[in-house]
């Protein structure tokens, strides 16, 4: 069974920067294609960022675009969400997920689409 394992979040100012890491076990990393979601309290979620099994396409919410980058080292099982200065409505519980069914594509990313393997989640909050 697929497992993912999210860090890397806290509380930070207006204006700074984490890096979220997504530990994959239990799989082959290349067989997925792995997305970063958010949710906050009260809100739907959002996919925020999706990579496909071979790191060559990528994709993000506008609501991120040029502040947020994905990337995936294939040799470390990791997926990482770098994330830029950090805007208070960039506050919520952000997940990792993997697709295993269309993994050379950003699918997952897309709003109908509901990947079967999600981590537990990590806090980001942003306030001075």
């Known amino acids: 069974q697929l497992q993912l394992v999210e860090s890397g979040g806290g509380l930070v100012q207006p204006g700074g920067s984490l890096r979220l890491s997504c530990a994959v076990s239990g799989g082959i990393l290349d067989l997925y294609a792995i997305g970063w979601f958010r949710q906050a309290p009260g809100k739907e979620r959002e996919g925020v960022s999706c990579i496909n099994n071979g790191g060559d396409s990528v994709k993000y919410a506008d609501s991120v675009k040029g502040r947020f980058i994905i990337s995936r080292d294939k040799s470390k099982k990791m997926v990482y969400l770098q994330i830029n200065s950090l805007l208070p409505e960039d506050t919520a519980v952000y997940y990792c997920?993997?697709?295993?069914?269309?993994?050379?594509?950003?699918?997952?990313?897309?709003?109908?689409?509901?990947?079967?393997?999600w981590g537990q989640g990590t806090q980001v909050t942003v306030s001075a």
């Open positions: 997920a993997a697709d295993p069914f269309t993994p050379q594509t950003t699918n997952l990313c897309n709003r109908d689409y509901y990947p079967p393997f």
